[in-house]
């Protein structure tokens, strides 16, 4: 390092035996060369002096020396004399004083809430727990109602045990129920026949076992998911946990993936092609980058 050093410094100082030399051939008639040689010069002893320190100092690392050694102890000093309370006279203000009342005249008092604490406090899924309700979203002006159906063939995603989620484009909806553990909810169908009561093709479905809505593992696998995208499915061997953003007027259904990425459900293209499934009815989906979209529920 210190040989690459003292070369720059003998090239820099060939260099500026050149310019100087320039300096000195451009204005040699100048009453002020004399001037200009002190500067050019002086400038270029302080480069110098800046390249040297640089290029010595900059990869030493600085580090605390160790701690010396204690000192001789001084000599006692004086005893103070006792004072008392000043109760008869006015007491000097200390800093603390000062500093306590500056920031009493400066408070802000907020006289009347700005917010009513009933309604900070109120719930707005208070009223929806345990309740039977049917979901729906809309597509521009189409009414799109959640559904659950049997496993579809040809989705090699889903499990034996798990049912599809679907959005019924004709309007129909099934019940479901929503519970809560904490910020955590739960979706669940409910047990029994659903009949559907609009659209030119009316199904008849039973449902004989309880399942709540999750996506599936793996995203993509269909023709209408992406590497981004799980599939919507209704769990029937284990409670999965989803979270609603939102009101029961509009809200957004996210899920947490393995991954920690949230995922919200929006509905595929028209997925009349598979089969199981109907040119009016489109496959839920949960996008992990994209946003999801906005829900509303009925009270059955």
């Known amino acids: 390092m210190n040989y690459y050093v003292i070369f720059s410094l003998i090239i820099s100082f060939i260099i500026f035996v050149f310019i100087l030399r320039q300096v000195d051939y451009i204005y040699k008639e100048s009453e002020y060369l004399l001037i200009l040689r002190f500067c050019t010069i002086s400038l270029f002893i302080n480069i110098m002096i800046f390249y040297y320190l640089t290029a010595t100092f900059k990869n030493m690392d600085t580090k605390p020396g160790p701690k010396g050694p204690k000192g001789n102890r001084g000599e006692k000093g004086y005893q103070g004399l006792p004072d008392s309370c000043q109760t008869c006279e006015t007491q000097e203000n200390s800093v603390g004083f000062e500093f306590l009342q500056d920031k009493f005249e400066k408070q802000v008092i907020i006289e009347k809430p700005l917010l009513d604490p009933k309604l900070a406090d109120r719930d707005p899924w208070k009223d929806i727990i345990g309740k039977r309700v049917r979901i729906f979203t809309r597509k521009g002006t189409t009414v799109c109602g959640l559904q659950w159906q049997k496993r579809i063939a040809g989705l090699s995603v889903l499990r034996s045990t798990d049912k599809s989620v679907i959005l019924d484009c004709e ?102 092609e598979l089969n199981d499934v109907e040119s009016y009815e489109r496959l839920l989906k949960f996008n992990c980058v994209e946003e999801g979209e906005k829900f509303y529920l009925e009270i059955v």
Not at 221 to 232: A, C, D
Not at 251 to 260: H, K, Q, R, V
Request: charged share 25%; net charge neutral; with cysteine.
């Open 171 to 272: 309007g129909n909806a099934d019940l479901f129920t929503i519970s809560r553990d904490g910020s955590k909810y739960f979706i669940k169908n409910l047990l029994g026949e659903a009949k559907e009561e609009s659209g030119t093709h009316q199904k008849t479905k039973k449902a004989d076992i309880k399942c709540s809505m999750s996506m599936t593992k793996r995203a993509g696998g269909t023709p209408f998911t992406r590497g981004t995208e799980h599939t919507g499915i209704f769990d029937c061997t284990q409670e999965k946990p989803i979270y609603l953003r939102g009101t029961p007027d509009s809200f957004t259904i996210l899920i947490i993936n393995d991954n920690e990425f949230t995922c919200e459900a929006k509905s595929s293209e028209p997925a009349g």
